[in-house]
């Protein structure tokens, strides 16, 4: 009884199958990606760094006329030199930052109590006692030796763990060959992978064509914009001899592919090791305004120049998006979940579209 009324509830809203192999497509992708997610892994990161390239492809292959193939093969080279230049030079002064701020967290916790307490000292009358004193209460009740024997723990299980080491060393490998052939035979995989779609795919292809151009550019446009805020970041740290300024830096930049939640994370890290490192002074009140002048020209300036074609989409629902994904898919829900809610978004469009066009006009109603 239920299928039946279904049925005849769709039959009078629309005029072919599209919409609901539309639904299948997505709910039956959903449920791969939950499944084998981590398996997937490398897949989706090799086909996020063709993309990438791909840009560059094309500008080399029809503005400057050369062969597609040869293009191919020399931004591939291009972006592997990038690669092993990061590892060589930048990932181990990273790692080497990381682990200097774990070792020095206890430290850095109590250089952060001691400002505290300085400041209710010095302004009594400005800032409540109380407040101050729960503040001191909170990092006081942190034991130092746990935080000593956690930081050590983790030195530990970073040094032994071959088993991670050996997949990310793998994961080096793989996601660079696949991102080549991704790039190499993009035309073959597609076609395949047209070819194993259902015929009556007209619904995906016009849902497909509404956000294509959308997620080009923020998939682009969130490349520059990384790049740019951690380059500027870094100097504006370095300026101020701020510690740990490349690390936080990288997650300063890495903050902007999690619109809102990201900023609002980051700024955290930020302002406990400068407050930590310069106390309540005036040059920490300058270098917290600078950061906050990068995130304030970020948001206004360079996100409406990098993305002339935005997605439409409220701040509310981006926030959802967020959450929901990130809290079905981890690390790759929060990567996807703009795309992931355009890709909704229009899906919403293409069903509300139909269905208006498959309504009775209004004379034929009368009549």
């Known amino acids: 009884m239920i299928h039946q009324y279904i ?35 490398p897949i989706l990161a090799g086909i996020v760094i063709a993309y990438l390239l791909g840009a560059a492809v094309s500008f080399l292959s029809k503005r400057l006329k050369i062969n597609r193939t040869l293009a191919v093969y020399l931004v591939f080279i291009v972006f592997i030199a990038i690669v092993v230049s990061l590892i060589l030079f930048l990932l181990p002064k990273l790692m080497h930052q990381a682990g200097q701020f774990i070792k020095t967290l206890p430290a850095q916790l109590q250089s ?8 209710a000292q010095k302004y009594p009358t400005l800032i409540k006692k109380t407040q101050i004193q729960e503040a001191i209460d909170a990092i006081s009740s942190i034991r130092m030796d ?5 930081s050590q723990f983790l030195i530990k299980f970073s040094l032994t763990s071959l088993t991670s080491l050996a997949t990310w060393l793998v994961y080096l490998f793989i996601v660079p060959l696949l991102a080549f052939f991704f790039l190499k035979d993009k035309d073959r995989i597609i076609q395949w992978f047209v070819n194993m779609l259902p015929r009556q795919r007209g619904a995906l292809e016009e849902v497909w064509a509404d956000v294509k151009p959308q997620l080009g550019n923020y998939v682009k446009g969130k490349t520059i914009e990384l790049i740019i805020v951690s380059v500027v970041t870094y100097i504006g740290f370095i300026v101020f001899d701020l510690n740990y300024a490349l690390l936080l830096a990288i997650l300063v930049g890495l903050s902007v592919l999690i619109p809102y939640i990201g900023m609002v994370v980051v700024t955290i890290p930020v302002a406990l090791i400068g407050l930590s490192q310069y106390g309540f002074s005036a040059e920490f009140l300058y270098m917290f305004i600078v950061y906050l ?23 509310v629902a981006v926030i959802a998006a967020l959450l929901i994904f990130g809290g079905i898919w981890g690390f790759w829900g929060l ?13 919403i469009r293409m069903w509300i579209r139909r269905n208006i066009n498959n309504q009775p006009s209004v004379s034929k109603v009368i009549k």
Not at 24 to 39: E, P, Q, R, S, T
């Open 146 to 150: 746990k935080l000593a024997g956690i």
């Open 293 to 315: 002048i990068i995130q304030a020209l970020d948001g206004n300036v360079l996100v409406p120049l990098l993305y002339s074609e935005a997605l439409s989409l409220h701040p």
């Open 112 to 119: 952060l109590h001691d400002s505290l307490f300085s400041l």
């Open 335 to 347: 990567f996807f979940a703009i795309p992931l809610a355009a890709l909704i978004n229009s899906g």
């Open 7 to 41: 049925k005849r509830w769709y039959s009078k809203k629309f005029d072919s199958n599209e919409p609901a192999v539309f639904i299948f497509v997505i709910v039956f992708a959903v449920l791969i990606i939950n499944f084998f997610g981590d398996l997937l892994a």
